[in-house]
């Protein structure tokens, strides 16, 4: 069983930066393939970057060159880094990870951008 806890959503201005973390219980080393989806209102959830256990990542064209995902082993976390963001960005953000063909994913941190 991986249990995943997110934080650091809140509100901010167009242009501002976020940090969101996902704190997993047991060891991150066994998960494959960690990521964030989002999912804004009246929208499907979507992904927004993936990384494997090797440190290969995928991003949403859509975030590329803005956000970066990282992870720390040592900690059983993984990190997302917002940066520029935009009013679209606006959404509940969802940590997912994926171990043994099973997704597992939190209950979300919303990140609003608004002036």
């Known amino acids: 069983q991986v249990q995943l806890v997110e934080s650091g959503g809140g509100l901010v201005q167009p242009g501002g930066s976020l940090r969101l973390s996902c704190a997993v219980s047991?060891?991150?080393?066994?998960?494959?393939?960690m990521g964030w989806y989002r999912q804004a209102p009246g929208k499907e959830r979507e992904l927004v970057v993936v990384?494997?256990?090797?440190?290969?990542?995928d991003y949403a064209d859509s975030v590329k060159g803005r956000f970066t995902i990282s992870r720390d082993n040592a900690k059983n976390t993984v990190y997302l880094q917002m940066n520029s963001l935009k009013p679209e960005d606006t959404a509940v953000y969802y940590c997912?990870?994926?171990?043994?063909?099973?997704?597992?994913w939190g209950k979300g941190t919303l990140v609003t951008v608004s002036s």
């Open positions: 997912n990870a994926n171990r043994l063909d099973i997704n597992y």
């Open positions: 990384i494997t256990r090797g440190g290969t990542t």
């Open positions: 047991g060891s991150i080393s066994s998960i494959n393939v």
